[in-house]
């Protein structure tokens, strides 16, 4: 998970898909470029007092929607459970072929809006994204010491690159690198 915010006094970051590419690297392995397959948005729903996820693909085209991800504080931008969006994503993709890809071996990024103001791929001043990368198998994820890049390339402006060497015993499960 990486957090992401545009900075007070900045105009707002392009992350549509179609123009922003986002490459993964570990070290010692191989890259992954353009990985970015999914947005989408986490809102409250106050009738049935749950979070839900509308999910985009590359196209634009709704690919999953009131999924129920249920949530741990009150409404948008408190804490919402990662795990829950993070497992939605996982198992919706992992039935799904990207070109000769197996989908069991599949590294993607979705980045979903946890708080904001306006439903498009413009991150702007005071809206809140994260940035999920999606392992489909187990063997691919970084292990302890691992260094990992990640590189979000919007269409105009500077490239954002987050570089982080995963911690001693981390769990096999999500790692906020934030």
């Given at each position: 998970i990486?957090?992401?915010?545009?900075?007070?006094?900045?105009?707002?970051?392009d992350?549509?898909?179609?123009?922003?590419?986002?490459?993964?690297?570990l070290?010692?392995?191989?890259?992954?470029?353009?990985?970015?397959?999914?947005?989408?948005?986490?809102?409250?729903?106050?009738?049935?007092?749950?979070?839900?996820?509308?999910?985009?693909?590359?196209?634009?085209?709704?690919?999953?929607?009131?999924?129920?991800?249920?949530?741990?504080?009150?409404?948008?931008?408190?804490?919402?459970?990662?795990?829950?969006?993070?497992?939605?994503i996982?198992k919706?993709?992992s039935?799904?072929i990207?070109?000769?890809?197996?989908?069991?071996?599949?590294?993607?990024?979705?980045m979903?809006?946890?708080?904001?103001?306006?439903?498009?791929?413009?991150?702007?001043?005071?809206?809140?994204?994260?940035?999920?990368?999606?392992?489909?198998?187990?063997?691919?994820?970084?292990?302890?010491?691992d260094?990992?890049?990640?590189?979000?390339?919007?269409?105009?402006?500077?490239?954002?690159?987050?570089e982080?060497t995963?911690?001693?015993?981390?769990s096999?499960?999500?790692?906020?690198?934030?």
């Amino acid at each position: 998970i990486i957090p992401l915010k545009v900075s007070p006094g900045r105009g707002s970051v392009d992350l549509d898909p179609n123009r922003t590419a986002i490459i993964y690297w570990l070290s010692n392995y191989e890259s992954f470029a353009d990985i970015y397959e999914y947005y989408g948005f986490v809102y409250f729903n106050a009738i049935t007092g749950t979070y839900n996820l509308t999910l985009y693909n590359r196209t634009g085209e709704i690919d999953l929607v009131n999924s129920g991800v249920t949530g741990v504080d009150g409404g948008i931008g408190r804490s919402i459970n990662v795990t829950e969006i993070y497992n939605e994503i996982n198992k919706y993709h992992s039935g799904k072929i990207i070109g000769n890809n197996n989908p069991k071996d599949y590294i993607i990024a979705a980045m979903i809006w946890i708080d904001y103001s306006s439903m498009d791929t413009n991150l702007d001043l005071g809206e809140k994204a994260i940035l999920l990368i999606i392992f489909g198998d187990e063997a691919n994820k970084p292990t302890s010491y691992d260094v990992i890049k990640v590189e979000i390339k919007p269409p105009t402006g500077a490239a954002l690159t987050v570089e982080r060497t995963m911690p001693p015993g981390i769990s096999r499960g999500i790692t906020d690198l934030g």
